[in-house]
């Protein structure tokens, strides 16, 4: 599958705990996307990554914080957790030239996040 | 600040009838529209955008910037239409590529 992928799909953990999401995006994407859904919040944009760079950020909290490495792959890490932060958490890419962008996203199935 | 937002939660129609999805923004510069549909199992991708102008699944959607909406239609639904739509907004072809997204309707056609 040359699309998206995302791992873990679900992952269940305790409060205050720390956990790692992970996002490959579809060959010859440069641009990664991080947005998280709940249910009273919709999808909300958290972090964009560009080539290795942060290009753009949404409503991220501090605890949150992501990083893209080299071979463009996105880690997305949630610490300090708490029962709010059980959502889905989507990774999308885009081919982006520069600063022009289509607009498109391609998403992952996203990863399941229950906190108890 | 920029919003989307799509007043219906669930629309129900019957396999037939014509559907139209709403969707209404808030943003004070020429933003891009677009909407993503997301079938059931099936991951979030992209329906059509209006700097397109065209018809997808024959469904349209017309920019109106003095009522600030970009309504999704279809004159004849078909119940393989159901499925979750979010109408999304960018700042721009050259601002970067972050969406904001609508809470989504999600249609359900009836047979």
């Known amino acids: 599958d040359s699309g998206v992928t995302q791992t873990p799909k679900h992952l269940i953990t305790a409060t205050g705990q720390r956990v790692t999401l992970r996002c490959s995006p579809r060959?010859?994407?440069?641009?990664v996307y991080w947005y998280q859904q709940s249910l009273d919040q919709g999808l909300q944009f958290l972090i964009q990554?560009?080539?290795?760079?942060?290009?753009a950020k949404g409503n991220i909290l501090e605890r949150f914080s992501a990083q893209q490495f080299p071979d463009l792959h996105s880690e997305l890490n949630l610490s300090s957790l708490e029962l709010g932060d059980s959502a889905l958490y989507f990774c999308?890419?885009?081919?982006?030239?520069?600063?022009?962008?289509?607009?498109?996203?391609?998403f992952g199935e996203g990863s399941r996040l229950t906190v108890l | 600040a920029q919003r989307v937002t799509q007043p219906e939660k669930l629309l129900s129609v019957f396999k037939g009838a014509p559907v139209e999805l709403k969707c209404n923004y808030s943003?004070?510069?020429?933003?891009?529209l677009f909407w993503y549909v997301q079938y059931s199992r099936q991951r979030l991708q992209l329906l059509l955008r209006?700097?397109s102008r065209e018809s997808i699944k024959g469904f349209t959607a017309d920019l109106n910037k003095g009522e600030t909406s970009f309504h999704l239609k279809k004159p004849f639904a078909q119940e393989e239409d159901s499925a979750m739509y979010y109408c999304?907004?960018?700042?721009?072809?050259?601002?970067?590529?972050?969406?904001?997204f609508g809470q989504g309707t999600e249609l359900s056609v009836k047979p």
């Open positions: 060959s010859g994407d440069l641009s």
């Open positions: 999304a907004l960018s700042r721009g072809y050259n601002q970067g590529g972050k969406l904001i």
């Open positions: 943003y004070s510069g020429s933003p891009e």
């Open positions: 990554y560009y080539n290795g760079e942060e290009r």
């Open positions: 999308a890419s885009s081919v982006e030239l520069g600063s022009r962008s289509t607009g498109e996203l391609f």
């Open positions: 209006h700097i």
